[in-house]
């Protein structure tokens, strides 16, 4: 089992930048890919960017050149660094995590919402 917590959320003005943090506890040796979720109202979960153990990360359209993916695997830890954040980036944000070979992330943290607004 893993256990995933996440930090770092908040209410920010449209421009601001916020990093969250998604702290992993139990077998974390096997969790291969990280990722971070958003959910925003009413909308469906959707996936913001993805980083596997060696560091390869994908991202989203929308957040392309404005979020940064980024992991710790001696402190299982990863990193969401946001940047130049809009009022459409307001959601509450996962961290999940999966086994190599498995498509489905099996591991969910509670979120932490992110509010951009003026």
């Known amino acids: 089992q893993v256990q995933l917590v996440e930090s770092g959320g908040g209410w920010v003005q449209p421009g601001g930048s916020l990093r969250l943090s998604c702290a992993a506890s139990?077998?974390?040796?096997?969790?291969?890919?990280m990722a971070w979720y958003r959910q925003a109202a009413g909308k469906e979960r959707e996936l913001v960017a993805a980083?596997?153990?060696?560091?390869?990360?994908n991202y989203a359209e929308p957040v392309k050149g404005r979020f940064t993916i980024s992991r710790d695997n001696a402190k299982n830890t990863v990193y969401l660094q946001m940047s130049t954040l809009k009022p459409e980036d307001t959601a509450v944000y996962y961290c999940?995590?999966?086994?190599?070979?498995?498509?489905?992330?099996?591991?969910w943290g509670q979120g932490t919402q992110v509010t951009v607004s003026s």
């Open positions: 999940a995590a999966r086994a190599l070979g498995v498509m489905n992330y099996d591991y």
């Open positions: 139990g077998s974390f040796a096997s969790i291969n890919t």
């Open positions: 980083i596997t153990r060696a560091g390869s990360a």
